[in-house]
């Protein structure tokens, strides 16, 4: 059974950091994208971030490049989240998500929430930053 658990999200102050961490499970697979996702109070689902298994790819989304890093540690089977310069606007749910048939490895489709790429979901780490 795949799982995705995520955990690291927490109370923070304007302009500080978190680290985020999804530990993935239950699968083995040649190639696949894990992707970072977030949902505001009252807001549609955004994706942040992702990186591809078979060569390390990433992506990120227009909000957070330059402060969120995405990176991963295979012998962990962890993917991290290493958010820096939190402003309030990045107040959320985050969640991770497994793309198990990744046609285009990590690329700004993998983000796109309507495109539905995604195949498996964790339940999300609440992160709040206060101003």
């Known amino acids: 059974e795949v799982q995705l658990v995520e955990s690291g999200g927490g109370l923070v102050q304007a302009g500080g950091s978190l680290r985020l961490s999804c530990a993935a499970s239950g699968f083995t697979l040649d190639d696949y994208v894990i992707g970072w996702f977030r949902q505001a109070p009252g807001k549609e689902r955004e994706g942040v971030s992702c990186?591809?298994?078979?060569?390390?790819?990433?992506f990120y989304g227009n909000s957070v490049k330059g402060r969120f890093t995405i990176s991963r540690d295979n012998t962990k089977n962890t993917v991290y989240l290493q958010m820096n310069w939190l402003k309030p606007e990045d107040t959320a749910v985050y969640y991770c998500?497994?793309?198990?048939?990744?046609?285009?490895?990590?690329?700004?489709?993998?983000?796109?929430?309507?495109?539905?790429?995604?195949?498996?979901w964790g339940k999300g780490t609440l992160v709040t930053v206060s101003s």
């Open positions: 998500a497994l793309d198990t048939y990744p046609i285009a490895g990590c690329w700004a489709g993998s983000l796109d929430v309507g495109a539905n790429t995604m195949d498996y």
């Open positions: 990186i591809s298994e078979s060569d390390g790819n990433t």
